[in-house]
């Protein structure tokens, strides 16, 4: 059974930091290209970063770029999301996906608010 269980999100303070884990089972984790997405209320959902099967190539959108990184771990199948200087523009649910060839998991997300 695919299973893509996000982590680590809750409520932070503006400037504050959070990382957030999605942990994959039920498929071969180190073949898969994984994203973070997120969205926010009343908005489409957006990239916002890419990690490459072998974790040698990330991109970010550029709101993201110098404040969030990816990171994944092959040996416990699990992809980070570390996010500082966090905004209250940066609150909204984050979703982690797995993509390989026609394959294509979701999780089920996870709530980051930003709010003093």
């Known amino acids: 059974q695919v299973q893509l269980v996000e982590s680590g999100g809750g409520l932070v303070q503006p400037g504050g930091s959070l990382r957030l884990s999605c942990a994959a089972s039920?498929?071969?984790?180190?073949?898969?290209?994984m994203r973070w997405y997120r969205q926010a209320p009343g908005k489409e959902r957006e990239l916002v970063a890419t990690i490459t099967s072998t974790g040698g190539t990330t991109n970010y959108a550029d709101s993201m770029k110098g404040r969030f990184t990816i990171s994944r771990d092959n040996a416990k199948n699990t992809v980070y999301l570390q996010m500082n200087s966090l905004k209250p523009e940066d609150t909204a649910i984050y979703y982690c996906?797995?993509?390989?060839?026609?394959?294509?998991?979701w999780g089920q997300g996870t709530q980051v608010t930003v709010s003093s």
């Open positions: 996906r797995a993509a390989w060839g026609s394959l294509d998991y």
């Open positions: 039920g498929f071969t984790f180190s073949l898969y290209v």
